[in-house]
Nanobody
Framework: QVQLVESGGGLVQAGGSLTLSCAAS????????MGWFRQAPGKEREFVIA????????YYADSVKGRFTISRDNAKNTVYLQMNNLKPEDTAVYYC????????????????WGQGTQVTVSS
């Protein structure tokens, strides 16, 4: 069982930066692939970025390439989402998700989810 808690969301102006954190419970965090998804009002939840359990592989949605970076600290049971050059279209609730020994890029692949954190980018 893995429990995930996101933090770091907030209001930022376009062009600004924000770092989200996702803290995980459990002793086997280093065995879980981690992903970030987002859901904008009136839209379906979409894949943003993911990282393998060792941190050696990362996957990005085209919309965030060159702007967002994912990293993890297995000693702290935490995964980070660094978001730079934010745009109003990045406004959404951001969720982190975990999957044992896998790194899906689709929502259905994950079986543990956080409660989400709101990111709002003003123009």
């Amino acid at each position: 069982q893995v429990q995930l808690v996101e933090s770091g969301g907030g209001l930022v102006q376009a062009g600004g930066s924000l770092t989200l954190s996702c803290a995980a419970s459990g002793r086997t965090f280093s065995s879980y692939g981690m992903g970030w998804f987002r859901q904008a009002p009136g839209k379906e939840r979409e894949f943003v970025i993911a990282i393998s359990w060792s941190g050696g592989r990362t996957y990005y949605a085209d919309s965030v390439k060159g702007r967002f970076t994912i990293s993890r600290d297995n000693a702290k049971n935490t995964v980070y989402l660094q978001m730079n050059n934010l745009k109003p279209e990045d406004t959404a609730v951001y969720y982190c998700a975990a999957k044992y020994k896998s790194v899906p890029t689709t929502e259905i692949g994950y079986n543990y989810w956080g409660q989400g954190t709101q990111v709002t980018v003003s123009s």
